[in-house]
């Protein structure tokens, strides 16, 4: 049954996060590299030095170490950060809501892009057209999303300044709202000024992960369509008198859509991990670009905090995929 | 038949040929955009017009030698220390190929090996190998690369390592998928019935069935290997010091990006067209490679 | 009296091959008539060609299809899109295949329906339910929410059915519709097949390799071999009496009751021989009609 298959799916996310756990926490202290001796101030006594490291628990043994994180993390205290000084889980919870609506916001503008792009190229399949589809869809895929990024940032930052280049919103203006959730709370609220502010800062760094992932979508929709087109269901229907756009839209897209989403929606994962470099480079305050100030400052709680999300983010991704996949496919929900 | 592959050195002219011809356009330019990289990274003493590293404060920022102020010395214009940058992209091209080649072919064995054992022994072996790539899977790919290379510290080796350490699961995933379906293809029975021992079987029959792929992955590595070398410089942690990679001289060009824009644009095009001379180059051999075509 | 449908002089070609190389027939209101042949024949072609289902690289290059008068292949793309499904419909080969996957029964013959015939979605629907009682569908309100995977072979066939006399067809091609299926649902199918086309008024261009099923259910028969004609007219005087020496070779491979059966063989070289003299005399008389 297929609540059988959902729940092995469940069970096996703990011992996968655990173990994201345990190579994270191994990597960080197996290898050199002191987060300490990065944040005294110079000449610090012996003993200065003692006390921090009593203070992070560093003078711990490893497993010791690891015991104690756990069972913070497991009551939802993630520790304290060691170069912003805050609790790693305010920290998280202050700047996740800005990358999630970076991810979204990507991720629907890529799935029309790419919807768009699909039916193009099936509507000129067999055509000497269909080539400039998909060899656009391949130059799309080829260039990774930090790539677009700085280009798109040259091109309508600085050749063509229309669009700023760095942060998530000016400083000047007065947000005063209640959650993280910027976008969505203003265009709940019906602050249209704040949300057009907001969409000016994200629409660079938001078609830059698109555009790798709109190609993806294309690739696998138009696949995925031109086989649907070709069984017999489809086929028929041309024989019933239906035509093309009509077949393609209400019989072979439903069909195309199951395969698309099963294999392009873990994907997204790849966006989400695209956030981390395309926020360093737009300057915008997600959990991503916290990542790389983290890694370069060796603050160990933060890192440690931070890869825990992106996995829970990743493994949440792939059963949302799977329960949409099923939501599709009428075969999938009983049998 | 469909499964006799052609394997590397033994290929006989006709089937070179036929081969070529398959390859199409995208061999013929993947192969020249790959060769200018590689000569590029090998001639580089020759090539470059000056020491990339050294310094020339009168003449900083300079833009490419057409624009309006450019000097003919300096063909490509300077950074904001006064140095070449044509003869920094073509050392970056060192760095480049140098990472590329030695981090895609390790991730490559390690995959390789992983891959042909989950996927022909099964059982435990299989089970716990994908569990470990399941591991793998849920870390952000450029997160993990970037914990790496920061932990293990600046330089050369420690870039390979967290490419290697990231990347030898694309390897094995595909590795073991195909290794099961060529198993149950009917030359795998045939050479088992002929008593083939598993080992041979696998040296013999699968491993050449997979070159076609394999190539295909290796030149894709490559380009990303090459990506991931770029994204650890502009991060700032990957080779130590001045040493010029076009990673950290689009970091250096983001700062002045509105008054000298070309010094972030031109390694953005030595990446692109490297990354897409790579792709081209392994699609091509893919064709070329695999009589079936396998789309 | 117009046919219902004709066809002459027909030639399909994919690529250099001839698949059909002038083929005539013809159906009058009414009648069912039985096109036979081995597979390669061409018969499956024919149908497709009808339908306007030819895969990308065949093309009609001579001949004329007419229906009720009127020429389909000189037609308007939309003028013939009106008629099929509504007046020319369709009973598929492979009922596995040939419903949609995704969409509920119910919402397969109402979208037929109310395309062709303008209904409300409601009578649509209601509509539906009786052309399922009418191929013997127990619970057609039941049936109708269901999806394809959800139902047995031989009533995703049934539905085909249902949804090709949905719009009281004038013509109705029958391509193959009791290959897919074992031997006791296959004598029901053509049951239904006949009743429902005494019900609707329609005529039925029955495609089938099978002498069996033609003798059962086909008033004429056309005998196809190679992409020609061979030999047409009464099913009981082709059957009983065939001219043809093809016609003959496929009748003694078909399995009977009232014998033992026989062995399947090879075609004889001397059948080859004489086939091949046969169509190049045939070719002869294209060349003269063209002339």
Request: charged share 15%.
């Amino acid at each position: 049954m297929r609540w059988g298959e959902l729940i092995r799916r469940l069970v096996l996310v703990p011992p996968t996060l655990f173990g994201v756990a345990v190579i994270v926490f191994v990597l960080l202290r197996v290898v050199p590299g002191d987060p300490i001796a990065m944040m005294i101030p110079p000449g610090a006594s012996e003993a200065d030095i003692g006390r921090l490291r009593a203070l992070y628990g560093l003078d711990q043994p490893i497993l010791q170490q690891f015991a104690t994180w756990l069972g913070q993390v497991a009551s939802g205290d993630f520790g304290r950060s060691i170069s912003v000084r805050q609790r790693v889980l305010e920290l998280l919870l202050a700047r996740l809501p800005a990358t999630i609506e970076l991810a979204l916001l990507a991720t629907m503008i890529a799935v029309v892009l790419g919807v768009v792009a699909a039916l193009a190229g099936i509507l000129l399949r067999g055509r000497r057209a269909e080539w400039i589809v998909d060899g656009g869809i391949g130059m799309l895929l080829a260039i990774p999303d930090f790539l677009w990024a700085l280009i798109l940032l040259l091109l309508f930052g600085v050749l063509i300044p229309l669009l700023p280049i760095s942060g998530r919103i000016d400083p000047e203006i007065d947000l005063n709202l209640r959650s993280n959730f910027y976008l969505i709370e203003s265009v709940l609220a019906g602050r249209f000024d704040i949300a057009f502010a907001l969409l000016h800062h994200m629409i660079l760094p938001a078609v830059a992960l698109a555009l790798p992932f709109a190609a993806l979508v294309a690739r696998l929709l138009k696949a995925s369509l031109a086989e649907a087109e070709d069984q017999d269901y489809a086929q028929i229907a041309r024989a019933r008198g239906y035509s093309r756009p009509n077949i393609l839209l209400h019989e072979v897209f439903p069909n195309a859509l199951i395969p698309t989403v099963a294999l392009g929606g873990v994907q997204v994962t790849l966006l989400l991990g695209g956030t981390v470099l395309v926020e360093r480079i737009f300057s915008y305050e997600g959990i991503g670009n916290m990542a790389i100030d983290a890694v370069i400052n060796r603050d160990f709680p933060l890192i440690q905090g931070l890869v825990l999300t992106f996995a829970v983010l990743f493994i949440a991704l792939n059963l949302v995929v799977d329960l949409v996949v099923t939501m599709l496919d009428p075969r999938l929900r009983y049998g | 038949m469909a499964d006799i592959a052609v394997t590397s050195i033994a290929t006989p002219p006709s089937r070179l040929l036929a081969g070529l011809k398959r390859g199409g356009p995208r061999l013929w330019l993947g192969a020249a955009l790959v060769a200018l990289l590689v000569l590029a990274a090998i001639f580089a003493p020759l090539l470059a017009p000056h020491d990339p590293l050294e310094q020339d404060l009168m003449s900083a920022q300079l833009p490419p030698a057409w624009m309006t102020g450019g000097e003919p010395a300096y063909l490509l214009g300077t950074d904001s220390l006064g140095r070449c940058v044509l003869s920094r992209l073509i050392y970056s091209a060192r760095t480049a190929v140098m990472v590329a080649l030695i981090a895609a072919t390790l991730a490559a064995a390690i995959g390789v090996a992983l891959g042909l054992l989950a996927g022909s022994f099964g059982g435990w072996v299989d089970q716990f190998i994908s569990r470990l790539i399941d591991v793998w899977m849920a870390f952000p790919p450029v997160l993990l690369s970037i914990v790496l290379a920061a932990v293990i510290g600046a330089g050369l080796t420690s870039v390979i390592a967290a490419i290697v350490v990231v990347d030898w699961t694309r390897f094995a995933r595909v590795i073991r998928a195909e290794t099961m379906v060529q198993l149950t293809r009917d030359y795998a029975a045939a050479a088992r019935v002929i008593g083939l021992s598993r080992v041979k079987l696998l040296r013999l029959e699968i491993l050449p069935n997979l070159v076609p792929l394999l190539v295909t992955l290796l030149a894709v590595e490559m380009g990303i290997a090459i990506l991931v070398e770029v994204i650890l410089s502009f991060v700032g942690i990957s080779v130590a010091g001045d040493t010029p990679t076009w990673g950290s001289m689009i970091a250096e060009g983001r700062q002045i990006v509105y008054q000298a824009p070309w010094i972030m644009a031109l390694p953005i095009v030595c990446i692109i067209t490297s990354v897409i001379g790579l792709n081209l180059f392994g699609d091509g051999l893919r064709h070329a490679l695999d009589p079936v075509q396998r789309s | 009296m117009t046919a219902t449908f004709t066809v002459e002089g027909l030639k399909v070609a994919i690529g250099a091959a001839n698949v059909l190389r002038g083929v005539s027939l013809e159906v009058q209101p009414g009648e069912v008539r039985g096109l036979v042949g081995e597979s390669g024949a061409g018969k499956s072609m024919l149908g497709r060609a009808v339908l306007g289902l030819l895969p990308a690289n065949a093309a009609v290059t001579a001949g004329r299809i007419a229906f009720e008068g009127r020429d389909l292949l000189a037609m308007a793309e939309a003028e013939r899109r009106r008629l099929l499904g509504r007046r020319i419909a369709l009973i598929p080969q492979d009922p596995m295949t040939s419903l949609n996957p995704v969409k509920r029964i119910g919402a397969q013959i109402g979208n037929l329906l109310r395309h062709h015939l303008d209904l409300s979605k409601r009578t649509a629907l209601a509509r539906a339910a009786e052309l399922l009682t009418e191929v013997a569908i127990r619970e057609p309100e039941r049936v109708l929410a269901l999806y394809p995977h959800e139902i047995s072979g031989g009533m995703r066939q049934r539905v085909l059915i249902a949804m090709a006399f949905a719009c009281d067809p004038a013509l109705v091609i029958a391509d193959e519709p009791t290959t897919a299926l074992d031997v006791t649902v296959q004598r029901q199918v053509l049951q239904l097949v006949e009743r429902l086309r005494l019900r609707h008024g329609s005529a039925v261009l029955f495609v089938t390799h099978d002498l069996g099923v033609v003798a059962k259910i086909c008033r004429s028969m056309t005998v196809l071999h190679a992409g020609r004609v061979l030999e047409e007219g009464e099913t009981a005087n082709v059957l009983t009496r065939p001219r043809h020496a093809y016609t003959r070779a496929l009748l003694a491979a078909t399995p009977r009751a009232d014998r033992p059966a026989e062995a399947l063989r090879p075609v004889p070289p001397a059948l080859i021989e004489q086939l091949w003299s046969e169509a190049h005399r045939l070719d002869d008389v294209a060349a003269v009609d063209a002339a």
